[in-house]
């Protein structure tokens, strides 16, 4: 790793001959023929000792969604593999129509992997002799390191024996052919690497999604607090609770998000997905959380002709995935988490925590009386979010590798249309009838539809500018036109009756006013933003403070981080400065440029580059709860890194992490002229 490249970090010698080590194959003089390994699950992973190496190769497996079948190779795709796609397309009137696809390999992706076999931890792998001598033993050790002096963590013996590896990283794994009389006659020693592997969600077959998602709804069924959480997973464990209190914590301040809006952003979720897989792996030690390549469900809307209906094309809003909403009160009305109850907070929780006027975990500014989880999916007041905030497509995410050479602009990029939109979509703006007819009475249809565009973070924004707040608390379900009728909510302390005090509204607010209504009088300006503070609109839960509580949350960010390995990995990514504090160049013009860590200046704990995740919003927290990182340079549990040096472990060209990911392809993106394989050549 060069010296400086992150900015203040380092590499010693010592970690340098360590990195070299992780990537070493060991080679054999004196070699067993016809030794196999294989690890039977879902995908086997064959190791054959033959020629002096173990060579690995892969089962092919089906798998099955959207009327369509795709047969793919299942191993990670390493330097000169050479694997086909083949896709199925039933139709109706024709005979199946099969369509061989050569990708072309992708011939650098984490190096340190390429001489390495990989295997799955705590997933029964069968050690076997494919030819063994008659009269001959055979004795297997596995160790937990590259020597004779590392752990033993398994024995076995015969020529066909089942071992479960549970100690991550390097593994090495001797077999001794012992002659009849007890001789030692001939011994092979070979390093493996064991990793988890993240997987995109659709790739999963049926019975590990169902493993999966049965797993993960334990974190929102058992709790720590009034359940067994700690009984039945151990100390470790952590429940759904806990971990969105921390997200929520971070995104509720009026004056600093210290998880968005700045370069925090990835390294931050990175962090936060790390310690909701290591409570996930309580519960079963073999999961992983999942990707989800949301570029598929643009790509198969464009083939379908109907991008304006994403659950069309998307598995995930099923009631045997994540469930569906109902389209009335968007409740998620279905499935594992059906009715998902908001958690009750009240004013005096610990942890400084600021809940709803409902005294739910919802951001202070949202007007939502339900005690339900809620989605609008894809519902934007009348319209649909889609005609505003385009779904993240191949062209989007290739940008977003392609056009990008420091981390300060590729993460200021990635956080908002290649991934905000998703839970925009997800969450929807809802409730919007009153307030769009109220303004439509003054304006027009037109230009009430044009101001509900903006009001999935017009009302946020008008709370953090000091405009919008609730005061007091209220009965959950108590109707939010009543709220604002009353004055419980509204913007309290300005006059929009008479006077002048609509004006600094209107004058200082995120919402362009002036855009839309900038030709009209006074009075009915005034009688608009009369109407906007009074508005009853309010978001889905994806789109506040809590949105970690709805369970699609958790496999949209390993997308994001997976983006940044490959734009490191294919060298696109080039300067991984990341500062403290403002700083300032010039641009080619000559113009002189200041940039901050974040949108809320460089005061906002989170986005320097010094600062340590959960940069205090825990030292006041009583629920025992600590970070997991599973980044080597971190203690088991709680987090010692900056985020400089969180961002140089993630830097797949180092292996620094206990996962890895299935591939670096996306092949769905060659059919909409888009190729990824490009990043390997620019």
């Known amino acids: 790793m060069p010296q400086g490249m992150y900015g203040s970090t380092t590499t010693t010698d010592d970690q340098e001959s360590r990195l070299s080590i992780r990537s070493r194959k060991v080679s054999f ?47 990670l795709t390493t330097s000169g593999a050479n694997s086909f796609v083949d896709v199925v397309i039933p139709s109706d009137n024709t005979p199946e129509e099969t369509i061989q696809i050569a990708p072309r390999p992708f011939p650098k992706d984490y190096p340190w992997l390429r001489d390495v076999k990989l295997i799955e931890p705590h997933r029964e792998t069968i050690l076997a002799v494919s030819s063994p001598r008659d009269g001959y033993d055979y004795i297997w050790e596995v160790r937990a390191g590259e020597t004779d002096e590392a ?24 077999v001794k052919e012992v002659h009849p009389d007890g001789e030692i006659v001939r011994q092979l020693d070979e390093m493996v690497m064991v990793k988890y592997v993240r997987r995109e969600i659709r790739t999963l077959t049926d019975e590990e999604r169902v493993e999966l998602l049965d797993a993960m709804h334990q974190l929102w069924a058992v709790r720590v607090h009034g359940g067994e959480g700690i009984e039945l997973y151990g100390d470790d464990y952590a429940d759904i609770s806990s971990i969105n209190r921390l997200h929520f914590k971070a995104a509720q301040n009026k004056s600093c998000d210290h998880f968005h809006d700045g370069l925090g952003f990835l390294t931050s979720h990175s962090v936060l997905t790390n310690t909701f897989e290591y409570s996930l792996q309580r519960v079963n030690p073999k999961l992983t959380v999942p990707y989800w390549d949301f570029t598929i469900e643009y790509h198969e809307a464009e083939i379908a002709g109907d ?29 594992r988490w059906a009715r998902t ?23 202070r500014w949202t007007v939502n009386s339900s005690p339900y989880l809620t989605r609008g999916l894809g519902k934007l007041c009348d319209g649909s979010v889609l005609d505003t905030y385009a779904w993240p497509s191949c062209e989007e995410h290739h940008n977003l590798v392609m056009d990008y050479d ?4 590729w993460v200021s990029e990635s956080m908002y249309s290649p991934h ?24 027009g249809e037109k230009n009430a539809n044009s101001l509900s565009l903006n009001t999935f973070d017009q009302r946020k924004n008008l709370w953090r500018d000091g405009f919008f707040a609730c005061e007091g608390s209220a009965a959950v379900g108590a109707p939010a036109d009543e709220l604002l009728l009353s004055g419980k909510c509204g913007c309290l302390g300005y006059d929009l009756n008479q006077g002048d005090d609509w004006k600094t509204i209107y004058t200082n607010s995120t919402l362009d006013f002036d855009d839309v209504i900038g030709d009209y009088d006074d009075e009915t300006k005034r009688q608009v933003v009369a109407a906007v503070c009074a508005s009853t609109i309010y978001d889905g839960d994806h789109l506040h403070a809590g949105s970690s509580l709805d369970p699609t949350f958790w496999p949209m960010h390993p997308t994001m981080e997976r983006l940044f390995m ?37 005061t906002c704990h989170g986005h320097g ?22 980044m080597q340079g971190n203690e088991e549990t709680g987090n010692k890194l900056t985020n400089r040096e969180v961002l140089a472990v993630l830097d797949a060209r180092y292996n620094m992490l206990p996962y890895v990911y299935d591939n670096f392809r996306w092949d769905h993106c060659l059919q909409d002229g888009i190729d990824f394989y490009d990043a390997w050549d620019a």
Not at 344 to 351: E, F
Not at 422 to 442: A, K, M, P, R, Y
């Open 29 to 75: 003089d004196n070699i067993c023929e016809g030794l196999t390994m294989m690890q039977p699950h879902a995908r086997r992973w064959w190791s054959r000792v033959g020629a002096g190496a173990l060579v690995l190769a892969a089962a092919v497996v089906g798998l099955a969604y959207n009327n369509r079948q795709v047969h793919t190779t299942a191993s």
């Open 151 to 174: 752990d033993l963590i398994a024995t076995a013996s015969g020529a066909e024996a089942v071992v479960t590896l549970t100690v991550l990283d390097e593994n090495m794994i001797t």
């Open 307 to 335: 991008d304006d209906d994403i659950t069309i094309n998307s598995p995930l809003f099923q009631e045997s995935w994540f469930g569906t909403a109902d389209p009335v009160d968007n409740v998620v009305k279905d499935g």
């Open 341 to 363: 109850e908001i958690p009750a907070m009240d004013l005096g929780s610990p942890g400084e925590l600021i809940p709803d006027v409902y005294g739910l975990l919802r951001s």
């Open 406 to 409: 420091d981390f300060y602009s």
């Open 420 to 443: 905000g939109p998703v839970h925009t979509w997800i969450g929807g703006v809802l409730n919007c009838e009153d307030t769009i007819s109220s303004i439509s009475s003054l304006v």
């Open 566 to 602: 490959f734009s490191s990995l294919t060298g696109q990514l080039t300067d991984f400065h990341w500062p403290d504090s403002e700083f300032s160049y010039s641009d080619s013009d000559g113009n002189t440029v200041v940039e901050t860590t974040s949108t809320y200046g460089d």
């Open 609 to 630: 580059g010094s600062d340590v995740f959960p940069f205090g919003l825990l030292d006041d927290d009583d629920d025992a709860f600590k970070i997991k990182t599973g």
